[in-house]
């Protein structure tokens, strides 16, 4: 099968080298305009500008740190060469700059956005997010999405003081609504944005309508679906699952570097230029189709999903139970407080904070949400070192 790499058309080409020379349009996010919570801390300066202080923060933040065993789609699998989320968030963060930079947008608020888009991910994938999302919803009726956790993490628990344009991009980053045009929605104030977090708790329906406030926002959001399309179909690959001849040889290829060339060629060659970020027809369909078809061959493969839930879920809702107990019980040495609790506490931003003081149910959540799969399998067994649950990996050399 011949790859096809779509280029950009010369005039494109010649308008997007006279614009750089030119410093740009005025549709990228501008430092000066980030707003934080607390507008007296972080001041930008001629090194740390606005949004590359929200990248330190996110960068060092611990719980950065777990995205490196952390499942993407493949869990149970020994093999170095299989994405895990950390991977992702780099990928998403390079074609999303590939493509700010090409469009002159905020380089800096696009790298923030995409590196801090998933520290709210659960282990085990978004198999794992929908085990916790049940348990979340029987114990106290509030949803959870890992967008909306991601947000929680560095602004209500760790008290990061992120800009709201960052924290806007990541809260309406999920790349499970494709879209063929990104038009940004004007951002309101911290108060219109804390209440549409509380009415996502409150119905996941209401996720499908958060639209990014600035194109840095848009760009990140239709990049994650492009970091994962043609990336997963290599981890399957790799995985023995499918082969890339069960797909179909669109307009933007099967080959994940036929893919991430493609989209990007289509979405700078419709968006240079113009207040919106947009597919033309013939490429969001194939986008469409080549989403559809990963979760025919992949993510709705047995071993990918049902399995995962048939194996963690009995897991997970026991160890929550055996943690809500620990906090009622006050077991100050319990991994609950010594692992998560002093951890907040002794790291937060913002020192007048007691996470302490949380609910005990959050914590919980908070807790079994921040956890990479090899450290949910070894707590699991630390709490019930008599159980019979097994867990299978998958080897190098099976």
């Known amino acids: 099968m011949g790859l096809k790499y779509e280029a950009l058309s010369e005039e494109i080409s010649k308008k997007i080298a006279e614009n750089q020379r030119n410093f740009g349009f005025s549709y990228a996010a501008k430092d000066s305009e980030a707003i934080r919570r607390n507008m007296?801390?972080?001041?930008q300066n001629a090194i740390r500008t606005a949004y590359i202080r929200d990248i330190d923060k996110i960068l060092h933040s611990p719980f950065y740190n777990r995205y490196a065993?952390?499942?993407q789609v493949f869990s149970f699998y020994k093999n170095d060469d299989i994405t895990h989320r950390g991977l992702h968030v780099q990928l998403v963060s390079r074609i999303a700059r590939t493509i700010g930079k090409a469009?002159?947008?905020n380089l800096d608020l696009i790298e923030a956005i995409a590196l801090g888009h998933d520290i709210g991910h659960t282990p085990f994938?978004?198999?794992?997010?929908s085990?916790?999302?049940r348990i979340s919803y029987e114990k106290c009726g509030r949803h959870f999405c890992h967008n909306i956790h991601s947000v929680r993490v560095l602004d209500s628990m760790m008290h990061l003081n992120l800009s709201l344009q960052t924290l806007d991009g990541i809260v309406c980053h999920d790349g499970e609504f494709e879209l063929s045009q990104y038009r940004p929605k004007a951002l309101g104030g911290f108060e219109d944005f804390d209440n549409n977090i509380e009415k996502c708790y409150l119905d996941k329906a209401n996720?499908?309508?958060?639209?990014?406030?600035?194109l840095e926002g848009c760009v990140v959001r239709i990049s994650d679906i492009i970091a994962y399309l043609g990336k997963d179909r290599q981890d399957a690959e790799k995985a023995r699952i499918i082969s890339q001849n069960d797909y179909q040889n669109g307009s933007i290829g099967v080959y994940n570097a036929e893919i991430i060339n493609n989209l990007v060629v289509n979405i700078v060659e419709n968006s240079f230029g113009k207040p919106y970020i947009m597919l033309d027809e013939e490429h969001f369909n194939a986008l469409k189709t080549a989403k559809k078809e990963n979760y025919n061959l992949i993510y709705g493969e047995k071993s990918v999903g049902k399995q995962i839930i048939e194996t963690v879920e009995p897991m997970m809702r026991e160890m929550f139970d055996k943690l809500l107990s620990d906090l009622e019980q006050n077991r100050t040495k319990s991994p609950i407080f010594t692992h998560h609790i002093d951890l907040i506490d002794n790291m937060a931003y913002n020192r007048d904070f007691n996470y302490k003081n949380t609910n005990n149910i959050q914590i919980v959540i908070d807790y079994i949400a921040s956890m990479t799969d090899d450290y949910f399998i070894d707590l699991y067994n630390f709490l019930f070192p008599e159980n019979t649950k097994?867990?299978?990996?998958?080897g190098y050399f099976g």
């Open 40 to 43: 007296k801390k972080d001041g």
């Open 69 to 71: 065993d952390k499942t």
């Open 103 to 105: 469009l002159s947008l």
């Open 125 to 129: 994938g978004h198999a794992g997010e």
């Open 131 to 133: 085990i916790l999302d």
């Open 207 to 214: 996720v499908k309508k958060l639209i990014p406030a600035t």
């Open 390 to 394: 097994n867990i299978e990996y998958k």
